[in-house]
Each structure stands twice: as structure tokens, then as C-alpha cells.
């Protein structure tokens, strides 16, 4: 009968100190975030809206246009997107037109409402040096019944507050290839590239350049080389706002004719961009 008073005071003596020790185990650390990618984190949702305005010479302001793009994080390493602007489509930001053209069929909108595409990003490589791989399907003209198939990357290599952005594709035409013989919707290559400084916390600034090819079946009397300048300020972590002023064809695989017939390539072939992105 004595064993029972002696396991209950020992009980007691054990109990507070065995739940000491437990209170003094550190608790588990939480998951790192995965390092910085180029698709968005599950169930994040991001909104860019870019307007286009041609400023060509003698072209200025025709056209003008409103594209939206809305992406969303499936997963972390997938992002699907439903895209208007031709940054989205191409890489580059020297054109207007694409989205919901608001200037009407006299200053150089075909229609209102004539591109749409989908894409889909996957996610193979994190850090310093950021990779992606997708493409998607492309109305290039809803009018015209050209659809194309992209396919392509996103690639960024940052080097402290340097970054160098390269996203190469190819577009090809599905459909309307050929009309009474003539190649209409073409094939194409887009080597966007854009090295950037960031200056400050908040705001970037990029000089950007790359090879278009529009038709890669007559590749050596269309290829064109832009030029152009880039910024964005982000605003908060999950808003950002930008512009860009880009020379669409600085150099090109055709020769300007005499005057007084309209060039073909040089300074006066210019875009300016502008745009808002949140993420929700």
C-alpha cells in the first residue's frame, strides 16, 4: 500500500517537468517561400492593362488601343492567362492595335475587337536564373479566321541590381496560310531582349532591343531589329505601373526606296506604351 502514495508523488514530480522539456523544444520552422520565379503563386491572380498608342511618323495616335491581360496561379510552377496585348503575344512593345482598338476604322483600327489568346507558363527553373516554357493558342484576327500556335520561354538572369530578360517564340499559322497563292498568315520568330538597372527599390529602367522575324519563309528580306527605352515603379508589392518609348524597325532586311516614297525601316517607325498591373 505504500507503492501507491509513492507513484502518485512521483507522478507529480515527473509530470510538470516532463511538460517543461516539451515547452522547451523549439518549434518546427515554417517553409521557406520558394525563390523568385517567372509564374505566380497558387491562387494569385494578376490584372496588366496596356495601352498602345502608335506614334509613327504621320501616324500618330492611329491607332490607339486597350489590351487587358489577366493571368492565374494554378499551381506554383503554373500560371494560365488570357492575353490581348502584342507584348504578351510577342515580347515586344513597338505596335498598337491589339485588344479593344478605340480609334476607329479611319485612324487605323481594322476593328474593335479582333485578337485573343490563351497561354499557359510552367515553371523549370527558380533564383538568379529564372526559366519558364509554355505557349498557347492565338487568335491572331478573329475577322480574318487567323489562329496560330506560340511556343516559347521566359528567361531572367539577375546579377545583383542588374537583370537581363530574353523571351524568345515562334508563332505558327494554323490556319488561312495561303489565299489565292499568296502566303497571308505567316510564321514567325520574336527574340525579345531587355537588360534593366533597378535604381531604386522602386524603379526599373531597361533598354531593350531583339529580332523580329514576321515571315520565316522569306526570313532574309523580313527581319527587323527594334530599339527603345523601358521603366517601371512599383507603386507597392503587388502594383506596378510602366511606359516604354521603342523604334520598332532601328534595322531591317529590306531597303528604304528613294524619296519621295515612304520609308520602310528607321526612327520613324515608334510606339509608345504605358501600362498598370495588380495582383491579386
Known amino acids: 500500500m505504500k507503492s501507491f502514495p509513492v507513484a502518485i508523488a512521483l507522478a507529480a514530480i515527473i509530470t510538470p517537468a516532463l511538460t517543461a522539456a516539451a515547452d522547451d523544444e523549439p518549434a518546427a ?10 509564374t505566380l503563386p497558387a491562387g494569385k491572380i494578376n490584372v496588366a492593362v ?11 495616335g492611329k491607332p490607339i488601343s486597350i489590351a487587358p491581360d489577366v493571368s492565374y496561379g ?17 515580347g515586344f512593345r513597338a505596335k498598337a492595335g491589339a485588344g479593344i482598338c478605340v480609334t476607329g476604322t479611319d485612324n487605323g483600327c481594322p476593328n474593335v475587337y479582333d ?21 498557347g493558342v492565338h487568335a491572331i484576327s478573329l475577322d480574318g479566321g487567323f489562329y496560330d500556335l506560340k511556343v516559347g520561354a521566359k528567361l531572367r538572369h539577375a546579377m545583383g541590381k542588374l537583370g537581363v530578360h530574353v523571351m524568345p517564340s515562334v508563332l505558327v499559322a494554323v490556319t488561312e496560310r495561303e489565299v489565292a497563292g499568296a502566303r497571308v498568315n505567316k510564321d514567325s520568330l520574336w527574340v525579345p531582349v531587355l537588360a534593366t538597372y533597378k535604381a531604386t527599390p522602386e524603379l526599373t529602367v531597361g533598354l531593350g532591343t531583339g529580332l523580329k522575324i514576321v515571315d520565316l519563309s522569306a526570313a532574309g528580306d523580313s527581319w527587323e531589329v527594334s530599339l ?45 506604351q504605358v501600362w498598370g498591373a495588380k495582383t491579386f
Open 50 to 60: 496596356n495601352v498602345e498608342v502608335n506614334m509613327s511618323a504621320d501616324k500618330v
Open 228 to 272: 527603345g527605352a523601358v521603366g517601371t515603379y512599383a507603386i507597392d508589392p503587388t502594383t506596378t505601373v510602366g511606359a516604354s518609348w521603342i523604334f520598332g524597325k532601328v534595322l531591317a532586311g529590306v531597303d528604304n526606296p528613294p524619296d519621295p516614297a515612304p520609308a520602310v525601316k528607321g526612327l520613324d517607325f515608334r510606339g509608345l
Open 115 to 135: 485578337n485573343v489568346g490563351a497561354e499557359a507558363w510552367y515553371s523549370v527553373a527558380r533564383g538568379p536564373t529564372a526559366v519558364a516554357v509554355g505557349g
Open 29 to 38: 520552422a515554417p517553409s521557406a517561400p520558394p525563390p523568385p520565379g517567372l
Open 74 to 90: 494554378v499551381t506554383p510552377d503554373l500560371t494560365v492567362a488570357v492575353v490581348h496585348s502584342l507584348y504578351a503575344l510577342t
